[in-house]
């Protein structure tokens, strides 16, 4: 019998076929994947259509510690607000889009008012309203006061007395307070006022004053700076006292609690049946080693914090859009927008292939309601498992952040379900990109200013 031998050449190209395939293998199998690391098959992933909805119970035990500062649900079950029913998608999507327009609105031509002339009719609704709340204590002894976790604002401000114009919420009385004092106590700061305007007209006005800032009991701050709010206008949400800023200025909490804190903290913001955590210094740090991190990008003039998104996967599929796109607007990270915001290009082929990966279900026959920021919407009421894609987002330094089930997906009834992505519609291409709240939900996200960089991981808030 005739034996076959493979000539050096054939040799040769086999041993680089080889090697070139357990390359490949090896550095997709180092990547840095994050959120949901269990990596979907094929870049899909099975889920049970009930679970995309809201829960009504809470699967928290009444008085149960979350580590560092509770963080609680603005509505649902596990509210913090007292609020269990929460508004209408339409009222939260509009209350949305006020916020994205109006942090938009800082970075190209159109002002605060040219935005709300955009050809949208929208109710007044509070352009801040924000999902996520943490008790904490001003004054000696503290005065308790619930207020929204804000990474995009810095100044932190509660409703005070004397009051010229208030909300109904909790008010801080100076009076009750030993170690109160009006003014500024922060030399770089004049003594004057303060005054906020959000998207919709919304405002705070009123006095700074100096407290005493209780985070936890080990963790109080003599001669914090806040707001003390004697004129506020608009709709801040129920249950609302007023706003923590953890943003980057120099009044923000993360500024002024950097002597103890280095600039480090890190949040988990809960599903609506659950609670999160709110971890600043040493106790976020400790998460370090659980993470991947990507850079901050320098911005001195915002109070933003902006990192490199370098592109969109779906279903495993890198979307072609060069990273350039990206880097045009730039990308933000925050707390209080809720869905995740691109410019339209950016949006238009992220739509397109969602709908090819989606392609077998029905679309809803539900129809819009005039300004709904959400247009890839399906009716799988007939649909107990649902084969969703994975969608990734490419960060620099390697860290792909992988998203699946509520985290894309938005609503309330199984005949009308969305993908929770929207695209700009203020000032063409040159709009940010916003990663929004609903995108980081049981994601631990690591802020560390100092060391320039943010981190992501995990799967829950525990």
């Known amino acids: 019998?005739?034996?076959?031998?493979?000539?050096?050449?054939?040799?040769?190209?086999?041993?680089?076929?080889l090697l070139l395939f357990f390359l490949c293998y090896y550095i997709s199998s180092c990547s840095k994947p994050v959120y949901g690391e269990e990596e979907a098959r094929d870049g899909f992933h099975s889920t049970p259509v009930s679970a995309l909805l809201p829960k009504n119970k809470c699967s928290v035990p009444a008085g149960e510690r979350s580590r560092g500062l509770r963080i609680t649900p603005k509505y649902g079950p596990c509210s913090g607000s007292g609020y269990t029913q929460p508004p209408s998608s339409h009222e939260i999507l509009g209350r949305d889009e006020h916020r994205a327009g109006f942090i938009n609105s800082r970075f190209n031509q159109y002002t605060p008012q040219n935005w709300m002339d955009h050809g949208r009719t929208q109710p007044k609704l509070f352009g801040e309203d924000g999902n996520f709340l943490v008790d904490v204590g001003f004054g000696t002894p503290p005065q308790q006061f619930k207020l929204i976790l804000d990474t995009g604002s810095s100044i932190t401000w509660i409703q005070c007395k004397p009051c010229v114009s208030c909300l109904q919420a909790a008010r801080f009385d100076p009076s009750e307070s030993s170690t109160y004092s009006n003014g500024s106590c922060i030399s770089t700061v004049g003594q004057h006022g303060y005054e906020i305007g959000y998207g919709d007209n919304s405002t705070s006005n009123g006095i700074f004053g100096c407290d005493v800032l209780s985070l936890e009991p080990s963790d109080v701050f003599q001669k914090f700076q806040f707001g003390c709010g004697i004129k506020n206008q608009g709709d801040f949400g129920s249950g609302v006292d007023g706003m923590m800023g953890l943003g980057r200025g120099e009044l923000s909490t993360v500024s002024q609690t950097a002597p103890k804190f280095n600039k480090v903290f890190s949040y988990c913001l809960p599903k609506e049946d659950s609670i999160g955590s709110l971890l600043f210094g040493e106790k976020a740090t400790s998460l370090s080693s659980s993470l991947n991190f990507t850079k901050l990008v320098s911005r001195p003039d915002s109070e933003f914090y902006f990192v490199n998104l370098l592109g969109i996967s779906v279903g495993n599929r890198r979307l072609n859009i060069p990273s350039s796109v990206f880097a045009k607007s730039g990308t933000i990270i925050d707390s209080g927008t809720v869905i995740t915001r691109l410019p339209q290009p950016v949006y238009s082929k992220l739509k397109a292939a969602f709908k090819k990966a989606m392609k077998k279900y029905p679309r809803s026959n539900q129809r819009p309601e005039k300004g709904d920021i959400l247009d890839t919407c399906y009716d799988l009421s007939r649909t107990k498992q649902v084969l969703l894609p994975e969608i990734v987002l490419h960060f620099g330094e390697g860290t792909d952040v992988r998203l699946t089930d509520k985290r894309i997906i938005w609503g309330n009834n199984t005949s009308h379900l969305c993908l929770a992505f929207a695209g700009n519609?203020?000032?063409?291409?040159?709009?940010?990109?916003?990663?929004?709240?609903?995108?980081?939900?049981?994601?631990?996200?690591?802020?560390?200013?100092?060391?320039?960089?943010?981190?992501?991981?995990?799967?829950?808030?525990?």
């Open 1 to 17: 019998m005739a034996s076959i031998c493979p000539s050096p050449a054939m040799s040769h190209s086999l041993f680089y076929y």
């Open 425 to 462: 519609s203020f000032g063409g291409d040159s709009n940010l990109n916003i990663i929004g709240n609903r995108q980081q939900v049981s994601m631990t996200v690591l802020y560390d200013i100092q060391g320039g960089r943010i981190g992501f991981g995990g799967d829950g808030c525990s």
